[in-house]
Protein backbone atom coordinates (compact mmCIF):
# COMPACT_ATOMS: atom_id res chain seq x y z
CA UNK A 1 0.00 0.00 0.00
CA UNK A 2 2.61 2.41 0.71
CA UNK A 3 5.59 2.01 -1.59
CA UNK A 4 9.09 3.83 -1.37
CA UNK A 5 11.97 3.43 -3.76
CA UNK A 6 15.68 4.62 -3.77
CA UNK A 7 13.96 7.88 -2.03
CA UNK A 8 16.49 10.62 -1.79
CA UNK A 9 15.99 14.02 -0.08
CA UNK A 10 18.23 16.52 0.09
CA UNK A 11 18.91 19.75 1.99
CA UNK A 12 21.44 21.30 0.00
CA UNK A 13 24.41 19.46 0.63
CA UNK A 14 23.25 17.39 3.66
CA UNK A 15 21.41 14.00 2.75
CA UNK A 16 18.09 14.26 4.81
CA UNK A 17 17.06 10.60 3.45
CA UNK A 18 19.80 8.55 1.42
CA UNK A 19 18.43 5.90 -1.28
CA UNK A 20 15.53 4.73 1.07
CA UNK A 21 13.41 1.59 0.06
CA UNK A 22 10.30 0.66 2.19
CA UNK A 23 7.22 -1.73 1.85
CA UNK A 24 4.17 -0.95 4.46
CA UNK A 25 1.47 -3.71 3.21
CA UNK A 26 -1.92 -3.34 3.66
CA UNK A 27 -3.43 -3.28 7.11
CA UNK A 28 0.07 -3.26 8.38
CA UNK A 29 0.71 -0.76 11.29
CA UNK A 30 4.09 -0.21 10.94
CA UNK A 31 6.88 1.97 13.34
CA UNK A 32 9.07 4.53 11.95
CA UNK A 33 11.92 5.14 14.82
CA UNK A 34 14.90 6.58 15.10
CA UNK A 35 17.06 9.37 16.42
CA UNK A 36 16.63 13.15 16.23
CA UNK A 37 17.73 13.95 12.87
CA UNK A 38 17.72 10.15 11.23
CA UNK A 39 15.16 11.63 8.55
CA UNK A 40 11.85 10.08 9.91
CA UNK A 41 9.87 13.53 9.56
CA UNK A 42 11.73 13.94 6.02
CA UNK A 43 10.80 10.58 4.70
CA UNK A 44 7.12 11.18 6.26
CA UNK A 45 6.70 14.48 4.43
CA UNK A 46 8.36 12.82 1.11
CA UNK A 47 5.06 10.52 1.40
CA UNK A 48 2.26 12.84 2.11
CA UNK A 49 3.96 14.93 -0.55
CA UNK A 50 4.86 17.96 1.23
CA UNK A 51 8.20 16.91 0.07
CA UNK A 52 9.59 16.40 -3.17
CA UNK A 53 12.22 14.00 -3.63
CA UNK A 54 15.52 14.27 -5.49
CA UNK A 55 15.93 10.74 -6.51
CA UNK A 56 13.21 7.77 -6.02
CA UNK A 57 9.86 7.51 -5.90
CA UNK A 58 6.63 7.46 -3.72
CA UNK A 59 3.50 5.81 -3.88
CA UNK A 60 0.10 5.21 -2.29
CA UNK A 61 -1.89 2.79 -3.04
CA UNK A 62 -0.63 2.35 -6.26
CA UNK A 63 -0.97 5.79 -7.37
CA UNK A 64 2.62 7.73 -7.33
CA UNK A 65 2.82 10.64 -5.10
CA UNK A 66 4.68 13.01 -7.57
CA UNK A 67 2.77 12.24 -11.24
CA UNK A 68 -1.03 11.54 -9.54
CA UNK A 69 -0.74 13.37 -6.04
CA UNK A 70 -4.70 14.20 -5.81
CA UNK A 71 -5.33 9.99 -5.99
CA UNK A 72 -2.90 9.79 -3.28
CA UNK A 73 -3.49 12.21 -1.29
CA UNK A 74 -7.29 10.89 -1.23
CA UNK A 75 -7.22 7.86 0.54
CA UNK A 76 -4.58 9.00 3.09
CA UNK A 77 -5.32 10.93 6.59
CA UNK A 78 -2.24 12.48 7.81
CA UNK A 79 -1.30 14.05 11.30
CA UNK A 80 1.78 15.91 11.65
CA UNK A 81 3.72 16.10 15.02
CA UNK A 82 3.02 19.62 14.79
CA UNK A 83 -1.00 19.73 13.68
CA UNK A 84 -1.96 23.07 12.34
CA UNK A 85 -5.72 24.12 12.25
CA UNK A 86 -7.76 27.13 11.68
CA UNK A 87 -7.46 28.45 15.33
CA UNK A 88 -11.11 30.64 14.58
CA UNK A 89 -13.16 27.69 13.68
CA UNK A 90 -14.89 25.63 16.26
CA UNK A 91 -13.94 21.59 16.41
CA UNK A 92 -17.07 20.89 14.94
CA UNK A 93 -16.84 23.50 12.11
CA UNK A 94 -12.74 22.32 11.32
CA UNK A 95 -14.40 18.65 11.09
CA UNK A 96 -17.06 19.72 8.54
CA UNK A 97 -14.11 21.65 6.34
CA UNK A 98 -11.80 18.68 6.12
CA UNK A 99 -14.78 16.52 5.08
CA UNK A 100 -15.80 18.91 2.59
CA UNK A 101 -12.03 19.08 1.70
CA UNK A 102 -12.43 15.14 0.68
CA UNK A 103 -16.04 15.55 -0.62
CA UNK A 104 -17.20 13.42 2.03
CA UNK A 105 -20.69 12.71 2.15
CA UNK A 106 -22.61 15.45 4.65
CA UNK A 107 -24.86 11.97 5.65
CA UNK A 108 -21.82 10.38 6.56
CA UNK A 109 -19.63 13.34 7.35
CA UNK A 110 -22.00 13.57 10.31
CA UNK A 111 -22.19 9.85 11.35
CA UNK A 112 -18.27 10.03 11.27
CA UNK A 113 -17.81 13.02 13.22
CA UNK A 114 -20.25 11.89 15.62
CA UNK A 115 -18.41 8.13 16.28
CA UNK A 116 -15.06 9.99 16.32
CA UNK A 117 -16.06 12.43 19.08
CA UNK A 118 -16.93 9.76 21.22
CA UNK A 119 -14.36 8.16 20.70
CA UNK A 120 -11.82 10.87 21.87
CA UNK A 121 -14.01 12.33 24.22
CA UNK A 122 -14.55 15.60 22.41
CA UNK A 123 -18.35 16.33 22.35
CA UNK A 124 -17.75 19.05 25.42
CA UNK A 125 -15.49 20.86 22.98
CA UNK A 126 -17.52 20.94 19.58
CA UNK A 127 -18.60 24.79 19.72
CA UNK A 128 -15.29 25.88 20.85
CA UNK A 129 -13.00 27.54 18.74
CA UNK A 130 -9.75 25.51 18.51
CA UNK A 131 -7.55 28.64 19.34
CA UNK A 132 -9.29 27.83 23.20
CA UNK A 133 -8.61 24.35 23.12
CA UNK A 134 -5.37 22.64 25.19
CA UNK A 135 -2.34 21.28 23.69
CA UNK A 136 -4.07 17.73 23.79
CA UNK A 137 -7.31 18.37 23.14
CA UNK A 138 -6.02 19.76 19.71
CA UNK A 139 -4.22 16.69 19.30
CA UNK A 140 -7.29 14.61 19.67
CA UNK A 141 -8.98 16.56 16.94
CA UNK A 142 -6.44 16.25 14.45
CA UNK A 143 -6.53 12.78 15.08
CA UNK A 144 -10.33 12.53 14.31
CA UNK A 145 -9.74 15.13 11.57
CA UNK A 146 -7.42 12.96 9.84
CA UNK A 147 -9.58 9.96 10.18
CA UNK A 148 -13.32 11.77 9.44
CA UNK A 149 -12.85 10.56 5.63
CA UNK A 150 -12.11 7.59 6.35
CA UNK A 151 -8.78 6.68 4.80
CA UNK A 152 -7.40 3.58 3.25
CA UNK A 153 -3.46 4.91 4.54
CA UNK A 154 -2.83 6.72 7.94
CA UNK A 155 0.27 8.47 8.15
CA UNK A 156 0.59 9.85 11.91
CA UNK A 157 4.07 11.66 12.99
CA UNK A 158 4.19 11.33 16.91
CA UNK A 159 0.86 10.22 17.64
CA UNK A 160 0.97 10.91 21.57
CA UNK A 161 2.22 13.89 22.19
CA UNK A 162 0.65 16.10 24.73
CA UNK A 163 -2.08 13.52 25.89
CA UNK A 164 -2.74 12.04 29.04
CA UNK A 165 -2.68 8.07 29.46
CA UNK A 166 -6.61 7.43 29.44
CA UNK A 167 -6.98 9.76 25.94
CA UNK A 168 -3.47 7.77 24.79
CA UNK A 169 -5.25 4.64 25.42
CA UNK A 170 -7.98 5.73 23.26
CA UNK A 171 -5.63 6.49 20.08
CA UNK A 172 -3.67 2.86 20.48
CA UNK A 173 -7.09 1.42 20.52
CA UNK A 174 -8.02 3.34 17.27
CA UNK A 175 -4.77 3.03 15.51
CA UNK A 176 -4.97 -0.86 16.36
CA UNK A 177 -8.67 -1.13 15.29
CA UNK A 178 -8.00 0.58 11.97
CA UNK A 179 -5.02 -1.55 11.24
CA UNK A 180 -6.75 -4.75 12.26
CA UNK A 181 -9.94 -3.56 9.35
CA UNK A 182 -7.26 -2.98 6.74
CA UNK A 183 -6.16 0.68 6.68
CA UNK A 184 -2.52 0.49 6.52
CA UNK A 185 -0.76 2.63 9.63
CA UNK A 186 2.39 4.19 9.29
CA UNK A 187 3.34 5.91 12.81
CA UNK A 188 6.41 7.77 13.56
CA UNK A 189 7.28 7.94 17.66
CA UNK A 190 10.05 7.89 19.60
CA UNK A 191 8.13 6.27 22.60
CA UNK A 192 9.44 2.50 22.11
CA UNK A 193 6.41 0.80 24.46
CA UNK A 194 4.10 2.70 21.68
CA UNK A 195 5.91 0.84 18.93
CA UNK A 196 6.80 -2.74 20.90
CA UNK A 197 2.64 -2.82 21.93
CA UNK A 198 0.99 -1.73 18.69
CA UNK A 199 3.44 -2.64 15.77
CA UNK A 200 3.31 -5.58 13.15
CA UNK A 201 6.65 -4.31 12.02
CA UNK A 202 9.10 -1.99 13.30
CA UNK A 203 11.74 0.06 11.01
CA UNK A 204 14.72 2.10 12.20
CA UNK A 205 16.25 4.35 10.27
CA UNK A 206 19.65 6.78 11.13
CA UNK A 207 20.94 8.85 9.04
CA UNK A 208 18.86 8.40 6.13
CA UNK A 209 18.98 4.69 6.11
CA UNK A 210 17.00 1.85 7.24
CA UNK A 211 19.51 0.14 10.10
CA UNK A 212 16.94 -2.30 11.13
CA UNK A 213 13.62 -3.89 10.00
CA UNK A 214 11.60 -6.65 10.87
CA UNK A 215 8.86 -7.76 13.42
CA UNK A 216 9.63 -7.20 17.33
CA UNK A 217 10.64 -10.91 17.75
CA UNK A 218 12.65 -10.83 13.74
CA UNK A 219 14.58 -7.72 15.99
CA UNK A 220 15.06 -9.85 18.79
CA UNK A 221 16.54 -12.30 17.65
CA UNK A 222 18.68 -10.39 15.51
CA UNK A 223 20.08 -8.02 17.94
CA UNK A 224 19.89 -10.51 20.49
CA UNK A 225 17.95 -8.37 23.20
CA UNK A 226 14.77 -9.24 24.48
CA UNK A 227 13.49 -5.30 24.85
CA UNK A 228 13.26 -2.68 22.06
CA UNK A 229 14.22 -0.40 23.86
CA UNK A 230 17.84 -2.83 24.65
CA UNK A 231 18.09 -3.01 20.46
CA UNK A 232 17.86 0.51 19.85
CA UNK A 233 20.55 1.61 22.39
CA UNK A 234 22.43 -1.12 21.04
CA UNK A 235 22.23 0.40 17.50
CA UNK A 236 23.39 3.68 18.67
CA UNK A 237 25.64 3.15 21.96
CA UNK A 238 28.79 4.03 19.91
CA UNK A 239 27.07 7.47 18.49
CA UNK A 240 26.50 9.58 21.12
CA UNK A 241 24.06 11.88 21.24
CA UNK A 242 23.06 14.57 18.51
CA UNK A 243 20.99 17.07 17.85
CA UNK A 244 17.97 17.12 15.89
Given at each position: MI?I?????L????V??D???????????????????????????AL?????P???S????????Q?????????M????????????L????????????????R????????E??????????????????????????????????????F????????????????V???L??RSD????V???????????????????????????????N??????????L?????K??E???????
Amino acid sequence: MINIQDLTVLYGEYVAVDGLNLNVKEGELFAFLGPNGAGKTTTIKALTGLLGPDLGSVSVGGHDMQTDPIKAKSIMGYVPDVAVFYDKLTSIEFMRFIGDLYEVDRSKLNDNTVELFQKFDLNSFSHFPIEELSHGTRQRLAIAAALVHDPKVFVIDEPMVGLDPLHARAVKEELRARSDHGVTVLMSTHLLNVAEELADRIGIIDQGKLVALGTLNELREGENSSALEEIFLKLFEDKGPEGS
